[in-house]
């Protein structure tokens, strides 16, 4: 494993101090900002571990900055950031056209306060992510800063160094093909809730037929092994393939329910150690998507809770 995945989310928190063990002010403004910055850059990235990467950066340009000529410091942080960010993201796009297999964004364990952020849980969602991985790198910077952290259009302007008439077309644009691809409906909590221990208890006790009355006849299941370990290199489409393939999930693995970027999931562990992280998209009582992550080199981030915020 690289040395940055096997970086923790602390590693970009500065501790410079000043007399007495106070923060200095550079190092107080980042910190008391850090959670949204870290989810800009993962909702721009769908990487935790590039997202810390964003900020390790970040940092390094910010202590370099002179505060007396800053304005808005939250303001000016979310710009560094973004910039960032993208350059980050586009990058990320040429690497990610020889990825073996599906790819799917870098699991996060959330607290549960999260989901009370309706908006926020939404964006950050397994199925959100992915329709942002559909659009160019500045249409999701743009759709990113003005739909989910509500920025003005000459805010995200000097973000994204174009005009504000520029943005505003850029926003419609992106705000249109996101509504296009995002998934329909949704469920509510207790929606959620009782088809996710109704598909548990089927994939526990591998009852087919159980599985099958959870499971949409159209449900889709992407598996992501990065190359690294077993998963299925295509989606699996439709109830009996997906249902074939959770029957073969063994007596070792348990599985556990978690809150996985703001959403209710499932934890597959063998021999005590995280296996696969299940996130499921529930549409009218019916699980419509699952989402496996198994590529370890995604996992680090689920042994604690990851803060994000707006």
């Known amino acids: 494993m690289s040395e940055r995945r096997e970086r923790t989310a602390d590693s970009a928190e500065p501790s410079a101090r000043v007399g007495g ?12 900002h850090r959670n949204l910055l870290f989810t800009v850059a993962y909702e721009m990235l769908g990487s935790a571990a590039d997202a810390e990467d964003v900020l390790q950066e970040t940092w390094l340009r910010w202590v370099g900055v002179d505060l007396g000529a800053v304005r808005d410091r939250r303001a000016y942080l979310v710009r560094m950031t973004t910039r960032q960010a993208l350059s980050r993201l586009r990058a990320l796009r040429r690497s990610k056209e020889s990825y073996v297999g599906p790819w799917l964004p870098e699991p996060l364990l959330t607290a549960p306060d999260v989901a009370d952020d309706v908006e926020l849980a939404d964006s950050v969602s397994m199925a959100m992510l992915l329709v942002l ?11 990113v800063l003005r739909d989910v952290f509500g920025l003005e ?4 302007a000097e973000a994204v160094d174009k005009s504000p008439a520029t943005v505003r077309q850029i926003a419609h644009r992106a705000r249109a093909h996101v509504a296009a691809r995002r998934p329909r409906g949704g469920a509510s909590p207790a929606e959620t809730r009782t088809a ?3 598909f548990h208890r089927a994939v526990d006790t591998g009852d087919l037929q159980r599985l099958l009355d959870v499971l949409a006849p159209d449900v889709v299941l992407l598996t992501d092994g990065g190359g690294i370990v077993r998963a299925a290199l295509a989606p699996v489409v439709g109830a009996d393939l997906v ?5 073969r999930i063994g007596p070792a693995a348990s599985l556990h329910p978690a809150q ?13 150690a995280i296996d696969t992280v299940l996130a499921l998209r529930i549409d009218d009582h019916l699980v419509t998507g699952l989402y496996a992550v198994r590529n370890p080199e995604k996992l680090s981030h689920m042994e604690r809770e990851t803060a994000i915020r707006r």
């Open 260 to 272: 996985v970027n703001g959403h209710p999931a499932l934890v597959l562990r063998q021999d005590g």
């Open 196 to 198: 996710l221990e109704a």
């Open 21 to 32: 063990g106070r923060m200095d002010p550079a190092t107080e403004t980042f910190v008391a």
């Open 133 to 143: 991985e559909t659009l160019r790198p500045t249409e999701r910077a743009v759709f």
């Open 153 to 156: 259009y000459d805010e995200i």
């Open 243 to 247: 249902a074939k393939v959770l029957g």
